[in-house]
């Protein structure tokens, strides 16, 4: 099956500075990818839907500044965390898929701890 | 709006129980439902999915059909194996993905 990976999958930082985790689709064109955040014990909470070539889509209450989506190829999708703060730790998953109505693929999801 | 509602763990079984994990699900419209897995310290995995009322999906064991009547998507597996322990979550594709809480299970030698 497709196969969606994610990078790094574990970064632990200072607090103040930024992260980049990055979602790639190996063997399929994504033309849709998805970030979401996970809490401990909680499901998944959608942050933004980013199309390739133009600006992500951010859910209510996600901050674009904060958390800056780029999608610039068909297999490259990046969530940077700006200046990040101990309260933004968590799991990031991203999530991929080929057309409209195609499956949805999971990347193994980025551990981020803020120090 | 469309939703998920999951039963709420944690669940803890012995090897070789049966398994049952509740879904339910309110949606405008015929959405596809889907059961993902997360093991511990990994990304989700599709398990099964059913595109139409009264489709069944299954893999490795576990089965879950789509019942327009209840609306519902239950998880079932005759036999459990301590392998099977994972957050379980069920989910919707109406015109995005909507997933349940997650239920936990642990299965116990």
Known sequence: ?115 | GDSVTQMEGPVTLSEEACLTINCTYTATGYPSLFWYVQYPGEGLQLLLKATKADDKGSNKGFEATYRKETTSFHLEKGSVQVSDSAVYFCALLGNQFYFGTGTSLTVIP
């Not at chain 1, 901050?63 to 965390?81: M, P, R, W």
Request: hydrophobic fraction near 35%; charged fraction near 20%; glycine fraction near 8%.
């Open chain 1, 1 to 115: 099956g497709a196969v969606v990976s994610q990078h790094p999958s574990w970064v632990i930082c200072k607090s103040g500075t930024s992260v980049k985790i990055e979602c790639r689709s190996l063997d399929f064109q994504a033309t849709t990818m998805f970030w979401y955040r996970q809490f401990p014990k909680q499901s998944l909470m959608l942050m933004a839907t980013s199309n390739e070539g133009s600006k992500a889509t951010y859910e209510q209450g996600v901050e674009k500044d904060k958390f800056l989506i780029n999608h610039a190829s068909l297999t490259l999708s990046t969530l940077t965390v700006t200046s990040a703060h101990p309260e933004d730790s968590s799991f990031y998953i991203c999530s991929a898929r080929e057309g409209a109505g195609g499956e949805l693929f999971f990347g193994e999801g980025s551990r981020l701890t803020v120090l």
